[in-house]
């Protein structure tokens, strides 16, 4: 008798797409996820024949292709999914016709670059740690940048219990630099510049991985086949371990 295959909750809810693994984890221990009726603890295991509901809401395996968008993100915007909570999210933002969600963060006060899918799997590789996707941005500052600043920011800055990965680290003009991080860590550039006394006047995110910003403030674009064929390349070694960015 062949075995009945079980998945995690959070695994099921992001294969599927519907959110990403993080996310399920909140909605899970918020308890707005049942299953057949019930509240389930976490990393509850699911079979092929349960129902699954969040917040009411019957889940299903998706029945269309997957959606993957290139998003300008203007400054104000949040990246979050709660639309209860958060008013200026970029879910409500964009308005897609599809259910999808940002792979990753992007400040507040940042502008940029971020992509959008419905595709869990990807999401789960692309924001993996070890992968070390480049993620490349220009930097504005309040103060005169140094070859000492262009150095201490390349080589490691001491910020929330660790020392940041080498990046790349160009000046470009008197006040604006360009910086290539492989790691994404809370508010990392912000937190960096500040620890050598400065502050970040505008940020803005011109690259992930393959992809570069091309479309103006507030709009965005599918991402071309050539495009998702290399990402998919990319994240090819990945697992479907999920970390914070």
Do not use: W
């Not at 940002?102 to 419905?118: M, V, Y």
């Not at 006047?201 to 991985?209: A, C, E, S």
Request: proline fraction near 4%.
């Amino acid at each position: 008798m062949k075995e009945v295959q079980a998945t995690r909750i959070n695994k099921y809810l992001s294969e599927v797409g519907y959110c990403s693994r993080r996310a399920a984890d909140k909605l899970i221990d918020q308890g707005r996820v049942t299953i057949n009726g019930k509240v389930p603890e976490m990393g509850t295991k699911i079979v092929p024949d349960d129902e699954v509901r969040v917040d009411g809401e019957l889940i299903s395996e998706p029945k269309e292709d997957f959606v993957y968008l290139a998003f300008n993100k203007p400054v104000g915007i949040v990246c979050t999914t709660d639309t209860r909570v958060e008013k200026d999210n970029i879910i409500e933002y964009i308005n897609y016709p599809k259910r999808i969600f940002p792979i990753g963060r992007l400040d507040k006060p940042s502008e940029g670059l971020i992509f959008l899918t419905n595709d869990g799997d990807i999401v789960n590789k692309i924001l993996r740690a070890r992968n070390h996707h480049e993620k490349e941005y220009i930097v504005k500052v309040d103060n005169i940048i140094t070859d000492d600043f262009v150095h201490q920011m390349s080589n490691g800055i001491p910020i929330l219990d660790t020392i940041t990965r080498k990046c790349k680290v160009e000046k470009l003009s008197k006040y604006e630099f360009k910086i290539i991080l492989t790691q994404g860590l809370n508010r990392q550039i912000r937190r960096m510049t500040e620890y050598l006394g400065y502050n970040v006047v505008t940020l803005k995110r011109v690259r992930i991985m393959n992809i570069s910003l091309d479309m103006p403030v507030g709009t965005y674009r599918e991402f071309t086949k050539e495009e998702l064929t290399e990402i998919n390349k990319l994240v090819e070694t990945s697992t479907k371990t999920i970390r914070d960015d």
